[in-house]
């Protein structure tokens, strides 16, 4: 790799810095390419990605970035996963590495908050945002369902009565 595409590379990482909400950086020791290109598959699918790069390279993209004091991270065989979805990345990383233990944790961050393994996978327990949404929906309806029954429960008390006095 020569200075200019390194000098790519790095515009790239800061890209990527500048508009990911949750980093994740991984171990990954002796993953084949089927596994990476199964967890590459997965993380696309949940709107994330996940990359492997340099780590001098990733060092010298996190300067001057909100990432910035997660650089001692990457030492030895690292990979990166990111999204801009907090809960994605962290559900599809989490579930990955548990099934392959080839893969392991180390630790991330989300916005300017520094993440260890454990901050991840607990991250990674939280319900995404459209199951949240859906569960105070169901919140929000449940009490009008309650009233309209308890409406309709006299009227029906009253037609019971009418119609039990129509058949005597």
């Known amino acids: 790799m020569d200075r200019a595409q390194k000098e790519q590379q790095v515009a790239s990482l800061s890209d990527i810095f500048s508009e990911a909400q949750v980093l994740i950086v991984t171990q990954n020791m002796g993953l084949s390419v089927s596994e990476v ?5 997965k993380m696309r699918q949940a709107g994330g990605k996940f990359k492997v790069a340099k780590n001098r390279l990733v060092k010298l993209a996190l300067k001057n970035t909100r990432y910035d004091h ?7 065989p690292t990979a990166l996963a990111y999204s801009d979805d907090v809960i994605a990345a962290p559900k599809v990383v ?4 548990k099934s392959n233990k080839k893969l392991v ?3 991330g961050a989300m916005g300017e908050t520094p993440l260890d393994a ?3 996978n607990e991250l990674a327990s ?3 945002l459209d199951e949240l949404r859906a569960k105070i929906l169901g919140l929000i309806n449940s ?3 309650k009233v ?3 409406l309709q429960a006299p009227a029906g008390q009253v037609a019971r009565v009418i119609s039990s006095y129509g058949n005597t």
């Open 118 to 120: 454990r901050g991840i």
């Open 94 to 97: 989490s579930a990955f590495a």
């Open 143 to 145: 009490p009008a369902t």
């Open 37 to 41: 290109t199964d967890l590459r598959s």
């Open 105 to 107: 944790i180390v630790g």
């Open 148 to 150: 309209a029954g308890v």
């Open 70 to 76: 997660i650089s001692d991270l990457f030492s030895g």
């Open 126 to 128: 939280l319900p995404s």
